[in-house]
């Protein structure tokens, strides 16, 4: 098999660029969609780690399985604030949003 | 690293996922971005094939790209596009040094590099090669575990509970005012 470091260094770009994602891009949904390569670069360390060092458990992966119900229910809400803002607002840019700033 | 089967497998997954989630991040049309997302997200689903997880590659595809892909698409679509103006805001260039200096940060720790640059004690040493086989029912025993009172019993109701409630909250918030149209007066004086 590729070491392990592999693997690692596939999760870490795609932080990296769930990152950027998430500092730079205007959209609500964009942001939203970034933080899905976010939480997926930490489910392929879960995975990767299990394998390589436990593969006879099965903590890695019921780890990775509940990350996968949070993200769900991170989107599913996540959706509807984004949905309820646009109807307020008529805007899904998150500079828009500045209801809370001074 | 030597040319196998596998490793092929692995660089064309890995540039899928990398590949797709750069398209993401920095394509103007918000509707391109959520195709290059469920591309990056199967990528995402070969690397876990790979890694005989092929239980949650399943589930990578079922609930990932069928759910909360096509979820974010119904949404791109509710909401208007803005393809004009620029998709960044103002503090991209900051978003980019920040990940990029987490990406050295990530890869001076994960990659043998700095220790074969010479510096001692800062890199973790991740270079297990040849892991033991997953037994043969994994996957039934990740379904035993799940139910299990001495396993993950406790946690898999607390998710469940979670989902329950994430479900309700995305009704309750998305649900149109009661007497919307008294309220709609109101609604068009924030703009």
New interface residues.
């Given amino acids: 098999m590729v070491p392990l470091w592999m693997y690692l260094l596939v999760a870490a770009g795609l932080f990296s660029i769930g990152m950027y994602g998430v500092l730079a891009r205007r959209n609500a949904i964009a942001i939203l969609m970034s933080i899905e390569l976010m939480l997926n670069a930490a489910n392929i360390n879960l995975v990767a780690f299990w394998r390589y060092n436990q593969p006879a458990q099965v903590g890695g992966q019921v780890f990775a399985a509940f990350v996968f119900v949070v993200a769900a229910a991170e989107v599913a809400v996540g959706l509807a604030l984004i949905i309820n803002i646009y109807r307020q607002r008529r805007s899904v840019v998150a500079d828009d949003v500045d209801l809370l700033k001074w | 690293?030597e040319l196998t089967v596998?490793?092929l497998v692995?660089l064309l997954f890995?540039l899928i996922?990398?590949g797709g989630?750069?398209m993401?991040?920095t394509t103007r049309n918000?509707f391109h971005?959520?195709l290059f997302?469920m591309l990056?997200?199967f990528g995402?689903a070969g690397?876990?094939a790979l890694?005989?997880?092929p239980?949650?590659a399943g589930?990578?595809v079922v609930?990932?790209i069928g759910?909360?892909a096509i979820?974010?698409i119904?949404?791109?679509m509710?909401?208007?596009q803005?393809t004009a103006?620029?998709?960044?805001?103002s503090?991209?260039i900051?978003?980019?040094v920040?990940?990029?200096v987490?990406?050295a940060l990530?890869?001076s720790i994960?990659?043998?590099l700095m220790s074969e640059l010479g510096v001692e004690g800062w890199s973790a040493v991740?270079?297990?090669?040849?892991?033991?086989?997953?037994?043969a029912d994994?996957m039934a025993?990740?379904g035993e575990?799940?139910v299990d009172p001495q396993?993950?019993m406790l946690?898999f109701e607390v998710?469940s509970v979670?989902?329950m409630?994430?479900?309700v909250?995305?009704?309750m918030?998305?649900r149109p005012a009661r007497g919307a149209e008294d309220e709609a007066p109101q609604?068009g004086a924030?703009?």
């Fill in positions: 690293m596998e490793s692995f890995s996922t990398l989630a750069l993401v991040v918000l971005a959520a997302l990056s997200l995402v690397l876990f890694l005989t997880a239980f949650l589930i990578q609930v990932y759910a909360i979820l974010i119904f949404a791109i509710l909401t208007p803005v103006v620029r998709p960044t805001n503090q991209w900051a978003g980019v920040v990940a990029v987490l990406f990530l890869v994960v990659t043998p991740f270079t297990e090669k040849n892991p033991p086989p997953v037994p994994s025993r990740l575990a799940f396993g993950y946690p998710a979670l989902l409630a994430a479900l909250g995305a009704v918030l998305v609604a924030q703009e």
